[in-house]
């Protein structure tokens, strides 16, 4: 949307949002999607589901019937293995410690107002809060070994910020 504007439009702000968006794209994004697949990925019953939400039957069959090629694949190209997975853990804590540390009396990362700093934080730490604004189909019961590290996010100030930002910036969810 053109309003309000996601980049500030003083030059200082603006740069600060784009090195804050380029921070949380790159140092939480991939390592918070391996913290969780390397849990979610041995439970095809709940992954499975994401992965044919809104395919023609013949894509959800396939997609069910190749799942284990598809498992091994996910795991060899984003490298999930059980090390790699528990540094992206403490990257995504990382992230959130640094998400909190960034947020300004205003309640944003740049300013006074929601910026494409916010935008990209708030979405890649959704798995946190698994808003139900999310347009997405979501996994309904998160097994306790990824429970762990999302509701030890949750419960953090970071935690609480990302679920008010999806409360005042996302339209809820068409159905």
Do not use: C
């Amino acid at each position: 949307w053109p309003e309000p504007p996601l980049y500030p439009a003083d030059p200082q702000q603006r740069a600060r949002a784009l090195e804050l968006e380029e921070y949380f794209d790159e140092e939480l994004g991939p390592h918070i999607r391996r913290a969780v697949y390397h849990v979610l990925l041995d439970h095809p019953e709940l992954v499975v589901p994401l992965f044919v939400n809104g395919q023609p039957a013949l894509a959800r069959a396939f997609i069910q019937a190749a799942f284990p090629v598809l498992k091994t694949a996910m795991r060899r190209a984003l490298t999930i293995t059980p090390q790699a997975a528990a540094d992206s853990q403490a990257k995504a804590i990382a992230a959130m410690d640094r998400l909190e540390a960034e947020l300004g009396p205003s309640g944003y990362l740049v300013g006074d107002a929601f910026s494409i700093a916010d935008l990209t934080a708030a979405a890649l730490f959704y798995p946190v809060v698994l808003p139900p604004s999310f347009p997405y189909p979501q996994v309904a019961e998160v097994p306790e070994a990824a429970r762990q590290l999302l509701d030890g996010l949750r419960s953090r100030p970071g935690g609480q910020w990302v679920a008010t930002m999806y409360e005042r910036h996302r339209q809820p969810a068409r159905t």
